[in-house]
């Protein structure tokens, strides 16, 4: 949901980094925050769990210009992997403009590859996101590791049709910086076109299951270690996800914009709707990250159990 605020002249779009435990997301904003020339970079916050570096949901807004006249900030956020985190995953979905799909090139990843592209259009139609509308493009990672495989298998079951394609070892920071040009091509590219990205049908918006697990693969589930650090390695609580877009009482007249149908909230109103918003998500992320670590718990007496009758 583009969100324009008068106030600063400034256009805030949402991309958001989809794909497999450890195929290469967290590695992806890395290469892109530790990039010299971007500068105006808000704080990156990440969430490490045992077998997945990765970012619990964060943001790097950035200058790119300006369009009509007006500045764009770009908001990116990478969702876990794991099995404990597809509520999360459903939270950071909402309001996306562009989605970047991580493929793991790797001949080994293949199903899981698949199960997380389904479930990411799962999760798009769960937020009344089309997957067909929305500006999406494919990452092929790790493209410098052995036994791949090939773009052309990789497309046959995939299938990305007319998303852009592009190949990547992101942690040599090879096709980071051409996805993220490419996502946010597609993502002007919509805004210019006036493309509505909404699901009509459906049923209303609820709070997702805090217990799904739908979408992951055993390999990418990792036993939640609830570390919160920043870059400078300080201790902090997560940020919540971003508020769910304003609501229609909340939108005033405004004069012509450049983007059309896009909405002009009332500043004190938005202000209000998001601190509301941002509480119910961050108890919603509080119930998730409980939840994963009573599971853990239970994890650990069993393995503990096991080990004692051998």
Known sequence: ??????????????????????????????????????????????????????????????????????????????????????????????GADGVVFVADSQSSMRDSNLQSLDNLKTNLRLNRIDPEKVALVFQYNKRDLPDIDSVEDMNSYLQPGQAPVVEAAAIQGTGVTATLRAAIGRILENLRNNVD??????????????????????????????????????????????????????????????????????????????IEAMLATTREVITSIEMALDKARAQERLLRDKLARL
Request: with cysteine; hydrophobic share 35%.
């Open 197 to 274: 990205t909404t699901l009509v049908e459906g049923a209303p918006l609820t709070s997702p299951d805090m217990t799904a697990r739908s979408g992951a693969t055993a390999s990418s589930a990792g036993t939640p270690k609830l570390t919160m650090k920043t870059e400078a390695g300080t201790r902090q609580t997560p940020p919540p996800p971003p508020p769910p877009p304003v609501t229609q009482h909340q939108i005033e007249e405004a004069e012509e914009d450049p983007f059309g149908n896009v909405a002009v909230a009332d500043e004190t109103a938005v202000d209000r709707a998001e």
């Open 1 to 94: 949901m583009v969100l324009i605020n008068k106030a600063i002249n400034e256009v805030t779009v949402k991309l958001v980094y989809y794909g497999p435990g450890l195929c290469g997301k967290t590695t992806n904003l890395e290469k892109i925050y530790g990039n010299p020339k971007l500068e105006n970079k808000g704080k990156m916050i990440s969430m490490s769990t045992e077998t997945d570096r990765t970012l619990f949901f964060d943001f790097m807004p950035m200058e790119l210009g300006t369009i009509n006249g007006q500045k764009v900030r770009v908001q990116l956020y990478t969702v876990p992997g794991q099995v404990f985190y597809d509520a999360t995953r459903k939270l950071v979905l909402r």
